[in-house]
């Protein structure tokens, strides 16, 4: 996935995030809350930061079947119900944080 959001530079996004002021701060430790609140803080990042709807609805299938709307909303202040059905059914279509299949007319 990060390559997606990255082509060709995901090793370097990667250690990006590991090394973000997010990480930094607060280190992984048992409170589940605050590791929730830093993996959900860097999957708004890379929705964000996604050039296009494909990529934005990839991202967004990883967490949309586990997280309501008013809770993503925290995190993705513009995120329509319409957008979050669609990474729902992409979730059942594709797969979790799967590439859309290249489909042949």
Not at 6 to 32: I, R
Not at 66 to 87: D, F, G, M, Q
């Amino acid at each position: 996935m990060l390559d997606e959001v990255a082509p060709n530079q995901s090793d370097q996004l990667w250690q990006s995030l590991v090394t973000s002021k997010s990480f930094g701060q607060h280190p992984f430790n048992d409170d589940e809350e605050r590791e929730d609140e830093v993996l959900m803080q860097a999957l708004a990042e890379c929705y964000r930061n996604a050039n296009n709807w494909q990529t934005r609805r990839q991202i967004l299938s990883i967490m949309a079947d586990k997280v309501s709307h008013k809770a993503l909303h925290k995190w993705i202040p513009n995120l329509t119900r319409y957008r979050l059905s669609e990474a729902r059914k992409h979730i059942l279509v594709e797969g979790r944080g799967v590439a859309p299949s290249l489909q042949s007319s």
